[in-house]
């Protein structure tokens, strides 16, 4: 732990053992979720206790693909214990660390703190909702709707011909690549900004050259309306 207490000494002295005698620290994750919650105004949420090896094991495969401190090296750290002597700490506050329940009573929730937990799931699975929007139009598309209907919808806005085959298959390909680069977090503002701009020619094409669709009882144009905001949303929270 780097102290900014003592800009004049050098890195080493600046580094020190971080210990606490809290007995928070000893107690298991479900006690410390309820204490956050409780932060937050929250009520306990209902737990379940997996089997140690499992978690290592998912830690270790969510760790070899994603960056995320749900990893299999900190899981182990962790089970080695997280309390220890806290007299170098405090000797360079110059207090006693505070337990974990008095830290958070010396600062109650404020609305940010309690909407960045309740977003902090959410948004993560809304770009992999919108992800898989993108996949399974693309591949409905081209593996399963019939051909024979795509192309009679093609024609209805003017597409016939040698060209059918190619612009079908070709969007179905750009919204599957679409998809993965979404699900995948891979240039989210140039790929959202990108689906945004196709949604609103798709939207205007198919709006002015089979107007039906826009009295169609399933709303296909009008259910792009929350998909335009919903990509706003995730660009918006990628940069925050």
């Not at 900014?4 to 890195?11: D, M, N, R």
């Not at 081209?142 to 093609?154: G, I, Q, R």
């Not at 179905?172 to 989210?188: K, N, Q, S, T």
């Not at 689906?195 to 205007?204: A, C, E, H, P, T």
Request: hydrophobic content about 55%; proline content about 8%.
């Amino acid at each position: 732990m780097h102290s900014a207490y003592a800009p004049e000494t050098s890195q080493a002295d600046r580094t020190t053992r971080a210990g606490t005698r809290d007995p928070m620290a000893r107690r298991t994750g479900r006690i410390h979720s309820a204490a956050l919650r409780r932060w937050q105004g929250y009520k306990p949420a209902p737990t379940i206790s997996v089997p140690v090896p499992l978690v290592l094991w998912l830690g270790d495969w969510l760790g070899a693909w994603v960056a995320t401190p749900f990893n299999g090296e900190a899981l182990r750290m962790l089970q080695h214990g997280i309390t220890g002597d806290p007299a170098a700490m405090t000797a360079l506050l110059g207090r006693p660390p505070q337990a974990f329940a008095t830290a958070l009573s010396c600062r109650p929730a404020s609305p940010a703190d309690r909407q960045h937990a309740a977003l902090f799931f959410l948004l993560p699975a809304l770009r992999y909702a919108l992800a898989v929007v993108w996949l399974w139009s693309g591949l409905t598309s081209a593996l399963w709707f019939p051909v024979t209907d795509s192309y009679a919808l093609l024609a209805g806005v003017g597409i016939a011909g040698t060209m059918a085959p190619l612009v079908l298959y070709g969007a179905a390909l750009l919204d599957v690549v679409l998809g993965i680069a979404l699900w995948l977090r891979w240039r989210l503002r140039a790929v959202g900004m990108f689906q945004i701009g196709l949604m609103l020619v798709y939207s205007g094409v198919i709006a002015l050259c089979l107007p039906e669709f826009l009295f169609h009882p399933y709303a296909p144009l009008v259910k792009n309306l929350p998909l335009l905001v919903a990509t706003v949303i995730v660009m918006v929270a990628e940069e925050v």
